[in-house]
């Protein structure tokens, strides 16, 4: 397809131009607006004067919710996106923090998306309604690492303070702080019922923090296993 064709067609209405290739052309005076471009390949193409839809972000982090309805994802430009994932509708654009996302995790019900960003907060959001819930903070830097537990009850957010917070999320109140010898928290992850929390950090160790109280994380002890690369 010509450029010439190209502009005609995206005149009319209704134009769906799914699995096209469009790599390495130089799109020039065309309207993307409202166009179904799904899977159409834009490597390297020149679209800095084609009119899009939206803009563009670099997206650093996606997550599905559970039954793989939604998915969300983190923006360098510090939003949320969401979508439906069966119809590939945009639902929300959450301008969520002043620094790039790094993380994205969805409720066990799917109402409500939590974000790790690098202006060291992490936030909460209503799914449906994009109002914003509530605001972490503690962490001093940026905040890279983030996991809710499978019940929906705890959440643990790294840093590059070297700090481990665990969240309550039914009173969003802060839970005891773990410490990673100070070395930059990389990534974490929980069980299901958040009775143990693991680690890694840019100085290649893992951490395990072990509620000694099952699944209550009234008090935690930790473990450290030197790992040959970073995790």
């Not at 940026?142 to 590059?160: N, T």
Request: net charge negative; with cysteine.
């Amino acid at each position: 397809m010509d450029l010439a064709t190209w502009s005609i067609c995206c005149a009319s209405s209704a134009v769906i131009l799914r699995g096209l290739d469009l790599s390495r052309l130089s799109l020039r005076q065309v309207n993307l607006a409202g166009v179904d471009a799904q899977d159409v390949s834009l490597a390297e193409t020149d679209l800095s004067r084609a009119v899009l839809t939206e803009a563009f972000n670099f997206p650093l982090c996606v997550a599905l919710s559970i039954g793989g309805r939604f998915v969300a994802a983190g923006t360098s430009a510090g939003e949320v996106c969401l979508w439906r994932v069966a119809d590939y509708t945009p639902l929300q654009v959450l301008r969520a923090h002043t620094g790039p996302v790094h993380r994205v995790a969805f409720s066990k019900d799917g109402q409500t998306i939590a974000s790790a960003s690098e202006d060291g907060s992490v936030r909460l959001f209503d799914a449906t309604s994009g109002i914003p819930l509530a605001t972490l903070a503690g962490h001093t830097t940026p905040v890279y690492a983030m996991a809710m537990s499978a019940d929906g009850r705890i959440l643990a957010s790294g840093s590059f303070d070297g700090t481990i917070r665990l969240w309550d999320l039914a009173t969003q109140q802060s839970l005891p702080t773990l410490r990673a010898d100070a070395s930059p928290v990389w990534s974490v992850s929980l069980t299901h019922d958040a009775g143990v929390l693991a680690s890694g950090s840019l100085m290649g160790k893992s951490d395990f923090g072990v509620s000694r109280e099952g699944s209550s994380c009234a008090n935690w002890t930790a473990r450290q296993a030197r790992c040959g690369v970073c995790v």
